[in-house]
Nanobody, 129 residues
Framework: QVQLVESGGGLVQAGGSLRLSCVVS????????MGWFRQSPGKEREFVAA????????VYEGSVKGRFTISRDNAKNTVYLQMNSLKPEDTAVYYC??????????????????????WGQGTQVTVAS
């Protein structure tokens, strides 16, 4: 049984920081990419950041680039999203997702939600103005 368990969401003032964590269990293979997505009321699910299985390649949505950092610790089966300089428009439910990447995609982090195989339950991030 594959599970993704998120933590670290909460309420923060504008300009502050939060670090989200996502622990993956049930995957025997280490060849899986990880991504973060978010969704706020009235908006579609939005790609935030992604990282390859090795951590060697990352991709960011334009509005978070330079403020957010995705990383992973494979020994702990955990992916992180460090969020700095938070803005009210960052308020959303944040979801982590795992991509069982085939060989041709293992070295490229995907932004496409349809390519992810497993999803977490989501964690609320609220940035006060």
């Amino acid at each position: 049984q594959v599970q993704l368990v998120e933590s670290g969401g909460g309420l923060v003032q504008a300009g502050g920081s939060l670090r989200l964590s996502c622990v993956v269990s049930g995957l025997a293979s280490g060849y899986y990419g990880m991504g973060w997505f978010r969704q706020s009321p009235g908006k579609e699910r939005e790609f935030v950041a992604a990282i390859t299985w090795s951590g060697g390649s990352t991709v960011y949505e334009g509005s978070v680039k330079g403020r957010f950092t995705i990383s992973r610790d494979n020994a702990k089966n955990t992916v992180y999203l460090q969020m700095n300089s938070l803005k009210p428009e960052d308020t959303a439910v944040y979801y982590c997702a795992a991509d069982l990447a085939p060989p041709l995609r293992r070295d490229r982090a995907t932004t496409l939600p349809g390519e992810y195989d497993y999803w977490g339950q989501g964690t609320q991030v609220t940035v006060a103005s």
